[in-house]
């Protein structure tokens, strides 16, 4: 399996983490801002297995309350 489908997994699962969001909180977020996403699918994000389309970028930014730029940020 692939370990480098995303640049952003990591940093979203560390952003997820200091706002003390679970996996199903963060998923609950996106989902009321209209994104169809799956605990699996943002799981998979994160492990970099899946590749993070510009939609999922867009409401994962919008959803963790930080500018798109700092998903891209080590």
């Known amino acids: 399996m692939r370990r480098d489908a995303n640049l952003i ?4 699962a560390k952003l997820r983490y200091q706002q003390e969001l679970t996996q199903d909180m963060l998923v609950a977020r996106m989902q009321v ?6 605990r699996a699918v943002l ?8 590749v993070a389309t510009d939609k ?3 409401f994962l930014a919008k959803a963790l309350r930080v500018e798109i730029a700092e998903l891209f940020r080590p």
């Open 9 to 12: 997994g990591r940093k979203v």
């Open 33 to 38: 801002l209209q994104c169809n996403i799956t």
């Open 43 to 50: 799981s998979n994000i994160e492990l970099q297995k899946y």
């Open 56 to 58: 999922h970028v867009f």
